[in-house]
């Protein structure tokens, strides 16, 4: 009699055990953090915003993690022309699809205007929720500063600064961050830059090569979703 009471009295736990084994299995086997279960990973690219400080010599802060760069003055639209070669970029990668840019456009502003007083990546988070995104992509310029003079001959050469994230859209972090802050020098200023002059054509770059040059530089370093 003891025994049968005994076995029933195991029995609920051996099916806790068992079914605790499962999901743990089943936690294990998710994909690494951005991508889908399918292999796909969702990328919505939200639009690039342009950060200006109010006092132009003060520094600007990244309004995702807080880094402090440097700024300058940013030609307009130019946010629109660092976001075009960032998504050109990305379209290079296997296994990503891209949400349409302006519906990602459409959710975000739409939530950003219904949410001040929240953190960005919780915006951000939100909008990559109802885009059924795996991963959303913010970046911000600091400067854009336009080249004067010719290919060998400027008189002021181009200057660009920017950040770009990629955000898990399920807990908010930062799965890859590219920044990038040149302002382009002549070998004779700086000989440690003469692999970017050499790779820019040897000449004087206008902004938006600069800006070129270092979306490579950047991407670079990111191999993918997959760990």
């Not at 400027?154 to 920044?179: C, N, Q, Y």
Request: hydrophobic share 45%; with cysteine.
């Amino acid at each position: 009699m003891f025994i049968l009471s005994e076995k029933r009295f195991l029995r609920p736990i051996f099916r806790a055990f068992m079914l605790a084994v499962i999901f743990s299995w089943m936690v294990l086997a998710v994909p690494a953090t951005g991508v889908s279960a399918d292999g796909i990973t969702r990328v919505a690219v939200i639009p690039f915003q342009a950060i200006v400080p109010e006092d132009e010599s003060a520094p600007v802060r990244c309004p995702v993690c807080g880094n402090l760069s440097s700024a300058g003055p940013i030609t307009k639209d130019a946010e629109k022309i660092l976001e075009e070669r960032f998504t050109d970029k990305l379209r290079g990668v296997e296994n990503i699809e891209l949400v349409d840019m302006d519906k990602a456009a459409g959710v975000y502003q739409r939530i950003k205007a219904g949410s001040f007083r929240k953190p960005i990546t919780q915006i951000i988070t939100e909008a990559g929720g109802e885009l059924l995104a795996d991963v959303v992509v913010a970046g911000f310029l600091y400067r854009y500063r336009e080249r004067i003079g010719y290919d060998y001959s400027a008189k002021r050469p181009a200057s660009v600064a920017f950040e770009i994230h990629m955000i898990s859209v399920t807990d908010g972090k930062t799965l890859w961050r590219g920044i990038f802050d040149k302002t382009q020098k002549s070998l004779m200023e700086d000989v440690f830059q003469a692999p970017s002059f050499f790779k820019g054509g040897a000449k004087w770059l206008t902004a938006r090569e600069l800006t070129q040059l270092g979306i490579d530089e950047v991407f670079s370093d990111f191999s993918g979703f997959e760990n």
